[in-house]
């Protein structure tokens, strides 16, 4: 099993015992260590192997035991009794905006609920409202709930839901009486999905800003409205679809805000970690301030907050407890800051995986090139599919030949802008590229990628990805895991293994920036940059518009503690143009 896999897995064994009312320690402890696996940097197999499971932090004797047998056995036992012990349909319940792992655990009890039909129905009869804790009213929203459960439960791309958000927080800004407002929670870390949109305003008086909130044209239902807090849906086209998403905003007094906006940013993770960090000073620290016994610590923002804890101010992206309270110190008599200073959107000059009208793209060579540089952009690499994408109407050696003569002339048009002459080869099952190596040595780069036999075995398809990364004349491997967010998973691959080889050979490997893919993760980007692999934020853009994603592939970039100097397309046209020609070497 890879570790995803493993990380899966003990991360539905926290929620089903959370559905029979173990106690949160042990759900916790299963939770933390999915987290721990997913995050490791290296080959799990090799811990295991080696018996070294227990140098990871938060895996104790049973979690050593447990993932030892799915990473030899592929399976567990007990993971397969717990699932087996309670009905699939209850963790599908967790989906309805209200209920928890304990109103779910007591409506299986009583009522004998054992799936969303059969909670509708109990709803509908009166019987919900009737247990204890629950009410006419708690029943009512639960009916709404799984209405909207077909929308409202799942997550949303960020590409989808970040407009959402902006479009609300944009809104609030100009209520009347709102002091500042900012975005939380997932989207303010930049995550690659959302499920809620979260945030924060300061005023004096709240009411009149709840009010003109549950109001807003964006709204199809209120769940909840109070003084301090209003829960909406709200529902708004993103392109061509219909977006659903709850949405909360909270209300605080202006001198509460730095505290708020800290703890509903998140994650729970870095959140605790400060905490203690307050408690080991003498403090205490929640969403409304920070003090002493004998006094309160004023801060009118972030940076003073985390000042105040020996902290340097810590960008959103990065808190997610994987080494930021330590770098971001402030260690006695020295001001250096250990954080990376963080790749910025306006880094970017220019983008190398893109398509245009000779393969599946929109838009001709020059359309893509004028909208390039229409966002400010240097360069601009086309890169159309090779020929055996048939699908994607893929490029003979000969079209590919007569694409390179109109690259020629749009470079003699458009100068000083240059285009880059690149290809989107595919990489075949056997990890052979798709086009000859007298036909890539016209090329300026190529991008390799694997587009088919997405079912291969986990080793078989990471010989396959390595061997075409140790091919002299590919520059980078495009969207490592194949997947689709929200669509479908990448394919098994072992991906640790793969960076190493893209390490030893040189390469490079890009941030697929394309906000179905978002592929590398941040987590791998860390893991890339610590290998010292050159990484490149390509857009996969397949129409003048799609050349903006480049601005999502930043995002996970900061996530990924990436600085200017660990990606590619930071550099100049002609710093650009060394580099690829000592690609070979």
């Known amino acids: 099993m890879t570790k995803e896999e493993v990380s899966a897995v003990l991360e539905e064994i926290g929620t089903l015992l959370e559905l029979k009312g173990e106690s949160p320690f042990r759900c916790n402890a299963y939770r933390n260590g999915a987290r721990a696996i997913q995050q490791l940097e290296g080959n799990l197999k090799e811990y295991v192997e080696a018996?070294?499971?227990?140098?990871?932090?938060?895996?104790?004797?049973?979690?050593?035991?447990?993932?030892?047998?799915?990473?030899?056995?592929?399976?567990?036992?007990?993971?397969?009794?717990?699932k087996a012990s309670l009905p699939p349909a209850l963790v599908q319940m967790l989906r309805i905006p209200g209920l928890g792992p304990k109103k779910i655990k007591q409506l299986y009890d009583t009522l004998k609920i054992t799936d969303i039909e059969s909670l509708r129905l109990a709803c509908q009869t009166g019987q919900v409202a009737a247990l204890k804790g629950f009410g006419v009213k708690s029943q009512q929203k639960i009916l709404e709930g799984i209405q909207f459960l077909g929308q409202v439960g799942n997550r949303v791309r960020i590409d989808q839901a970040l407009p959402i958000g902006i479009s609300l927080l944009e809104r609030i800004r100009l209520i009347p009486g709102v002091i500042r407002a900012e975005l939380c929670g997932s989207l303010r870390r930049r995550r690659e999905t959302a499920k809620d949109i979260d945030i924060?305003?300061?005023?004096?008086?709240?009411?009149?800003?709840?009010?003109?909130?549950?109001?807003?044209?964006?709204?199809?239902?209120?769940v909840g409205q109070g003084d301090t807090k209003s829960s909406v849906v709200v529902q708004k086209?993103?392109?061509?679809?219909?977006?659903?998403?709850?949405?909360?905003?909270?209300?605080v007094a202006d001198e509460q805000f730095p505290f708020a906006l800290h703890y509903f940013t998140g994650s729970k993770e870095h959140n605790i970690r400060v905490r203690q960090r307050a408690i080991d000073r003498g403090f205490r620290l929640n969403e409304y301030e920070l003090a002493a016994s004998d006094r309160k610590v004023h801060c009118r923002d972030e940076s003073e907050l985390f000042a105040a804890l020996d902290l340097h101010w810590i960008p959103p992206?990065?808190?997610?407890?994987?080494?930021?309270?330590?770098?971001?110190?402030?260690?006695?008599?020295?001001?250096?800051?250990?954080?990376p200073t963080l790749i910025e959107a306006a880094d970017i000059r220019g983008v190398f995986h893109n398509h245009s009208t000779w393969s599946d793209g929109?838009?001709?060579?020059?359309?893509?090139?004028?909208?390039a540089i229409e966002l400010g952009f240097e360069y601009l690499g086309i890169a159309d599919h090779s020929q055996s994408l048939s699908i994607a109407n893929g490029l003979s050696p000969a079209r590919l030949h007569a694409q390179l003569e109109e690259i020629d002339a749009l470079n003699e048009k458009l100068a000083p802008f240059r285009i880059f002459k690149g290809s989107e080869v595919d990489i075949l099952p056997d990890g052979s590229l798709d086009f000859p190596d007298d036909v890539i040595d016209a090329l300026d780069y190529v991008v390799a990628s694997v587009h088919t036999h997405f079912q291969m075995p986990v080793e078989e398809m990471t010989n396959r990805i390595i061997r075409a990364m140790q091919h002299p004349k590919v520059t980078m491997l495009g969207?490592?895991?194949g997947r689709l967010l929200l669509r479908r998973e990448g394919y098994r691959v072992d991906l640790d293994r793969v960076l190493e080889a893209v390490a030893a050979a040189g390469k490079m490997i890009e941030i697929n920036a394309q906000p179905m893919?978002?592929?590398?993760?941040?987590?791998?980007?860390?893991?890339?940059k610590s290998l010292d692999i050159a990484l490149v934020i390509n857009p996969d853009a397949h129409r003048v518009a799609e050349l903006e994603f480049f601005r999502f592939g930043v995002d996970v970039a900061r996530r990924g503690w990436l600085e200017k100097s660990d990606v590619l397309n930071t550099s100049s046209f002609e710093e650009v143009r060394v580099r690829l020609r000592e690609r070979c070497t």
Request: glycine share 8%; charged share 30%.
């Open 317 to 339: 992206e990065l808190r997610e407890d994987t080494g930021e309270i330590d770098a971001a110190t402030r260690v006695a008599g020295q001001t250096e800051n250990r954080l």
């Open 479 to 481: 969207h490592a895991t």
């Open 200 to 222: 924060l305003a300061s005023a004096a008086d709240p009411i009149p800003v709840m009010q003109a909130f549950v109001r807003m044209p964006e709204v199809v239902q209120v």
């Open 362 to 371: 929109v838009n001709t060579i020059e359309e893509m090139a004028r909208g």
């Open 517 to 528: 893919r978002l592929d590398l993760d941040w987590v791998y980007c860390k893991r890339a």
């Open 237 to 251: 086209y993103i392109g061509s679809e219909r977006i659903t998403l709850n949405a909360d905003l909270r209300v």
């Open 51 to 82: 018996g070294r499971l227990g140098d990871i932090p938060g895996i104790g004797d049973t979690l050593r035991e447990k993932i030892t047998v799915l990473v030899t056995t592929g399976r567990l036992p007990f993971h397969e009794e717990l």
